[in-house]
């Protein structure tokens, strides 16, 4: 059974960094792709950046390109999002999903992926 859990969340002011940690169980190691999805309240769920099974493919959205990076550590099983300079418009409730094989350029879009997690709240605010 597959299993994503995301964790890393929480209440940080303007400028500030957090890492999101997405731990996947139920996937040998390089066999799946992931993407970070978030939602905002009110909001449809946007993709912000994706990562191919060994890690050396990775794709932004336009808004947090420079921002966002993506990483993984297969032997730990878990993807990482590195968030610097947040900013109050990147409150959202972050998801991980995940899927055996992605057409990549179609990462972002959130109909391509089998599994997720329950999600990490970020709240960016003074």
């Known amino acids: 059974q597959v299993q994503l859990v995301e964790s890393g969340g929480g209440l940080v002011e303007p400028g500030g960094s957090l890492r999101l940690s997405c731990v996947v169980s139920?996937?040998?190691?390089?066999?799946?792709?992931v993407g970070w999805f978030r939602q905002a309240p009110g909001k449809e769920r946007e993709g912000v950046s994706c990562i191919g099974k060994r890690g050396s493919t990775t794709l932004y959205a336009d808004s947090v390109k420079g921002r966002f990076t993506i990483s993984r550590d297969n032997a730990k099983n878990t993807v990482y999002l590195q968030i610097t300079s947040l900013k109050p418009e990147d409150t959202a409730d972050y998801y991980c999903a995940a899927v055996r094989t992605v057409i990549f350029g179609l990462c972002a879009l959130s109909s391509q992926y089998d599994y997720w997690g329950q999600g990490t709240q970020v709240t960016v605010s003074s």
């Open positions: 139920g996937f040998s190691s390089d066999n799946y792709a």
